[in-house]
């Protein structure tokens, strides 16, 4: 099983941008369907982006959609959320999950019982 270590949470200002980074531990990364979510004070765990194993399918909340980019680099066992147009609603903190039993698109419906979580890195967006 890997692990998971996310990277490049920050202050911003909206309308700004963010790279989010989230680096696996282990060999079998490519099998792994991986995603980002995300939790803002109060509030539950929400899904903000999904890609499949090769990185064909990629799937985005509404909410973020036109603004975020998931994209991953399987030689590197890394994922990314470049993080544009960001807005006060998108403080929160980011969480990497990985499962390798589930497609991009199942990942998409799931805010839990994913096979493996990173630590989580805070983004903050200052109006």
């Known amino acids: 099983q890997v692990q998971l270590v996310e990277s490049g949470g920050g202050l911003v200002q909206a309308g700004g941008s963010l790279r989010l980074s989230c680096t696996a531990s282990?060999?079998?990364?490519?099998?792994?369907?991986m995603g980002w979510f995300r939790q803002a004070p109060g509030l539950e765990r929400e899904f903000v982006a999904t890609i499949s194993r090769n990185g064909v399918f990629r799937y985005y909340a509404d909410s973020v959609k036109g603004r975020f980019i998931i994209s991953r680099d399987n030689d590197k066992n890394t994922v990314f959320l470049q993080m544009n147009s960001l807005k006060s609603e998108d403080t929160a903190v980011y969480y990497c999950a990985a499962d390798s039993m589930i497609t991009s698109q199942a990942m998409a419906a799931r805010t839990r019982s994913l096979e493996v979580w990173g630590q989580g890195t805070l983004v903050t967006v200052s109006s």
């Open positions: 282990g060999r079998t990364f490519s099998s792994y369907t």
